[in-house]
């Protein structure tokens, strides 16, 4: 079974530059997650979804950061304009069958260094 | 608010030494539980978990945590480390009256020397 792929690895980018982040999760999962992993700390959520709609973007910086999964399959994380403190990883996690599966299965993550 | 709490960011051990990094988390409400290890510029993989039944869980690479319920806890032990388990450990809940997302702890970083 192939795993969560995410897509570029590593991204440098300037201060006010924009930023899109791609993640295609476990085939059939219908729950996806967007992690941001800032060094020396544990993964915060972001984002998540169930299908293509939002279960809970409490935390995420709308004035920034946007996201959206199309035909609740693969998804994109965007950031408008980059900040030096948004420098992190970011990890998309998916888990099969809705709200009450509660394993997620995670990418190795997007590295953002912004400068 | 709820919250994960790793009272230890660092645990320096020798190796075949037994080791126990610790997890607290603030909450009342029924909990779903979990340890995750990252290993250097490796994605994080699930250790093991606690959803419901025996208290005492094991997991994989010999490791084994138990949930305490009544001092909401749920410490990570191994008896015997080796050189490889060197890698950092997260701690991670769900509060089931929150939602299905994993909160996680701010993490261990478990050093293993010879």
């Known amino acids: 079974e192939a795993g969560v792929a995410q897509s570029p690895r590593y991204k440098i980018i300037e201060k006010r530059q924009s930023v899109a982040f791609w993640c295609n999760p476990i085939s059939g999962h219908a729950t996806l997650y967007w992690y941001q992993q800032i060094l020396g700390q544990g993964p915060k959520l972001l984002i998540q979804f169930q299908n293509n709609g939002v279960v809970d973007d409490s935390q995420l910086p709308k004035d920034r950061f946007s996201a959206e999964r199309l035909k609740g399959v693969d998804s994109t994380l965007k950031i408008q304009p980059a900040k030096l403190e948004d420098s992190a990883v970011y990890l998309c996690?998916?888990?099969?069958?809705?709200?009450?599966?509660?394993?997620?299965?995670f990418g190795q993550g997007t590295r953002l260094t912004v400068v | 608010a709820q919250s994960v709490t790793q009272l230890d960011s660092q645990v320096p051990v020798f190796e075949e030494a037994p080791v126990e990094l610790r997890c607290n988390y603030s909450s009342s409400v029924s909990v779903y539980l979990f340890w995750y290890v990252q290993y250097p510029n490796q994605g994080l993989q699930l250790l093991l978990k606690?959803?419901?039944?025996?208290?005492l869980v094991k997991g994989i690479n010999g490791f084994e945590a138990e949930f305490n319920k009544s001092q909401t806890s749920f410490h990570l032990r191994k008896p015997s480390v080796h050189i490889s388990d060197t890698a950092e450990y997260f701690c991670a809940v769900i509060f089931n009256q929150a939602g299905t997302a994993l909160i996680f702890g701010k993490g261990t970083t478990l050093s293993v020397s010879s």
């Open positions: 996690a998916s888990s099969p069958d809705g709200f009450m599966n509660t394993e997620a299965f």
């Open positions: 606690y959803l419901s039944g025996s208290t």
